[in-house]
């Protein structure tokens, strides 16, 4: 039995990892655009697609591969700020109506660039950390453990130690304020965009071979994610990154102890509580909620 | 001659009359052909979206199958030869878009048939079956019902053809005692469920824990695959997977450091798996579904021509999307055409009568019988033998044709109790 608490313990931490990337992600461009991002999904998709294309088909790298996605998908979040979102900067609904549309183009893309099948990526590597017979860590999936947390305590230092971060987080708190202190609203957006798209094109990128990769992989992670964001707190950085954590704890477990149809419905079960008991979510404010 | 009714005092029950038989002159499809005119076969299924792998290869597989015929003149009916098209909707398995599709390939196109994959898209479509009386085929038999009246399934006998493997793993390695199972939570996964687990009974093979279901979305297999090794099972049982589920659990099951007996109905681009996992891991592995080169696939009561020039056509077309349904559909032509030469024409209840004649069929891997009143409240599904397939030394080989009729005439009420237990008998299902 605990061989096989550790060994749950070990696949929810990855859960967490890749969860709290892509929710933290989404966070930060409705804390600082306030806008819902529907096409969330589709960038952690296209990110995998671009480890499809680098890795699988030409042989790059697979870290260089990796690196691009997220390159990739961060100028894709700027095409999004700049065609859709600037223009719609006082309108968040035609914000959300605008991602879905965006979402479905990039659906359609990947369908006509690489076709409906799933896509063969090779593993990048077979090693396993194995702590007993049970319990084992395969080397890809700490990858993907490492770079979240690389990756997520750079933004905290970002956010927290830099002029830039605090200019974000100003913009996110009063935007017509920070705008008076001389700060570009819109600089800050495109930061924003390019972040947050960039993390969950670093997480797609990262999970392509541990994923069945296809152009609708978007839907399921997005579900998950806003999941998590509402748990959280919608607007709260450090929310998205604990509730990533809760929630990818419970579902694991679930799964591993009852099943996987079970460990959804008791994910939704703990969104209803939180709103119920915390309507803002774990660490929102209520002007956000 | 309008006038003329006019004058005559053109009454409301005549409007009526007048207008039932105008709207059912519409509805009827127009099943006459003039001499040497192209037959057109409709083809209804998902070409794009998530359930597009077991659509898309069965169109190419029936090019590939139409080209064949036409080069040898086409149907022969009692007016002679016509040549055979295919008229593709992309349903997007989507009951909606499934039934638009049905009445435009039907009113628009005039196809004389139509092919379906079935499954959730089935119930959008049967309304227009029943006002049109056009002849549907599915792959999933639990479509299936007395009012299907004008469906059959005359390929795939989804899932009881499972049977066979778990059948044939019993009698070659009797040393496997245990097992575990999951399934995708939905149409497809939970009559495979009830009949893996009435076939294993029926093996005298353990279920060492009930049935693992997880949601269709799930991406993350690690936790569902710890949860099946926890109980040191001698076989995990992939169910009726999709192969975007099948190759990561496999690939979980390598990295977990699995090395049992894996049972799984499909092992669609197997090849990928073996690159994910190795040939060793692979090695064994048992499904239902051959590659169309297979030498046994040359026996006298085969009866899909040139099984192995198919294959190496489709596999030139189309490099590395050989999968279960690339011939199952181009199969169904194959019985359809018998039976509409058979009956000389293409009209639907001809066909079909043919198609059923003496209660024979031809399918694909021998003599069958049209069967079903039990399990499906009507005997539309051809079932007769079925392939044992193994992965040896990196290539699917057949080991065996086993014979589904005896297997269910032992063990019959195993799977009926299992059937209902899922709610998974015809009767349950409405």
Redesign the interface.
């Known amino acids: 039995m605990i061989e096989l608490l550790a060994q749950t313990g070990l696949n929810a931490v990855y859960a967490a990892s890749y969860i709290s990337l892509v929710a933290v992600g989404l966070v930060l461009i409705f804390g600082v655009m306030g806008v819902i991002n529907f096409a969330h999904g589709e960038l952690f998709m296209a990110g995998a697609y671009v480890v499809v294309a680098l890795y699988a088909q030409r042989f790059v790298p697979f870290f260089i591969a990796v690196a691009a996605g997220l390159v990739f998908v961060g100028l894709l979040g700027l095409l999004m700020e700049r065609a859709l979102f600037r223009p719609l900067r006082d309108n968040p609904l035609g914000g959300l109506v605008a991602s879905i549309g965006f979402l479905m183009i990039l659906q359609a893309l990947a369908v006509m660039g690489f076709g409906v099948r799933m896509e063969y990526i090779p593993p990048v590597t077979q090693e396993v950390i194995a702590f007993s017979d049970k319990v084992r860590l395969p080397i890809s999936r700490l990858y993907v453990i490492i770079a979240a947390v690389v990756m997520l305590s750079l933004l905290w230092y970002f956010l927290k130690r830099t002029r830039f971060g605090w200019a974000l987080r100003a913009s996110a708190q009063d935007p017509q304020a920070a705008a008076l202190q001389g700060i570009s609203v819109t600089l800050t957006a495109k930061i924003a965009m390019f972040i947050g798209a960039g993390f969950a094109g670093l997480a797609g990128a990262l999970t392509a071979p541990l994923v069945s990769v296809n152009p609708y992989m978007g839907h399921s992670i997005i579900v998950t994610a806003f999941i998590v964001i509402i748990v959280g707190g919608v607007g709260s950085l450090e929310g998205a990154v604990l509730a990533s954590i809760v929630y990818a704890f419970v579902h694991t477990f679930v799964t591993t102890f009852y099943d996987g149809v079970i460990a959804d419905i008791t994910g939704l079960m703990l969104m209803l509580i939180v709103l119920i008991v915390k309507p803002t979510g774990l660490f929102g404010s209520a002007d956000r909620a | 001659m309008i006038a003329k009714a006019l004058r005559g005092g053109f009454s409301r029950r005549m409007f009526l009359k007048s207008s039932a038989v105008t709207a059912l002159g519409a509805a009827l499809p127009n099943m006459t052909l003039a001499a040497g005119e192209t037959i057109k076969i409709g083809f209804l299924a998902p ?4 359930v ?2 077991w659509g ?1 290869p069965g169109l190419d597989g029936c090019t590939i199958w139409a080209e064949r015929v036409n080069a040898e003149g086409g149907i022969k009916l009692e007016d002679g030869e016509h040549k055979i098209e295919f008229v593709a909707y992309d349903n997007e398995y989507d009951p909606a878009k499934a039934r638009t599709g049905a009445t435009k390939l039907i009113r628009e196109d005039g196809v004389s048939f139509v092919m379906m994959l079935g499954g959730d898209t089935w119930p959008g479509v049967q309304p227009v079956a029943d006002r049109t009386g056009m002849l549907f085929s599915t792959l999933l038999p639990s479509d299936l019902s007395p009012d299907t009246t004008t469906l059959v399934a005359p390929t795939e006998v989804h899932p009881i053809y499972i049977v066979t493997g778990v059948q044939w793993l019993a009698e070659n390695r009797p040393e496997l005692k245990t097992a575990v199972m999951c399934a995708q ?1 939905d149409a497809l996964g939970l009559p495979s469920v009830a009949t893996y687990l009435a076939a294993f009974e029926a093996a005298g093979i353990e279920m060492q824990d009930d049935p ?4 269709p ?4 297999f ?3 695959v ?2 099946l ?2 109980s040191n099972p001698d076989i995990v049982c992939l169910d009726t997977c999709y ?3 099948v ?2 659990i496999c ?1 979980q099951l ?4 699995f090395k049992g007996q894996i049972i799984s109905a499909t092992a669609d ?1 197997y090849d ?1 798996m073996i ?4 040939k060793e891991f692979m090695e064994g592995f048992i499904f239902q579904f051959p590659d169309f080169d297979d030498p046994a696939l040359n026996a006298e009561h085969i009866n899909f021509p040139d099984a192995n020039g198919f294959y190496t056509e489709y596999n030139k077309r189309y490099p590395g ?1 050989w999968g279960a349904v690339s011939w199952e559909y181009a199969s169904i032509m194959e019985l359809w055409k018998l039976a509409a030469e058979k009956a000389g024409s293409v009209d639907p209840e001809a066909v079909l009568a043919a198609m059923q004649e003496g209660g024979k069929g031809q399918h694909a891997f021998g003599e069958a019988s049209w069967w079903g009143e039990e399990l499906f409240g009507i005997d539309h599904a051809l079932v007769g033998d079925w392939p044992v397939v193994m992965i040896e030394d990196g290539k699917a080989r057949i080991k065996a044709f086993v014979s589904i009729p005896d297997w269910y005439d032992q063990h019959g009420d195993l799977l009926i109790k299992y059937m209902t237990k899922y709610d998974q008998m015809w009767s349950q299902r409405s």
């Open positions: 070409l794009t979206g998530p597009s792998a898309k939570d693992l279901l997880f949601d979305a799930t991406t993350d690690a936790p569902v710890t949860r090794l926890s192969s975007d589920y190759h990561p690939t390598f990295l977990q450091g681009f990928q690159a994910k996992t190795s999307q």
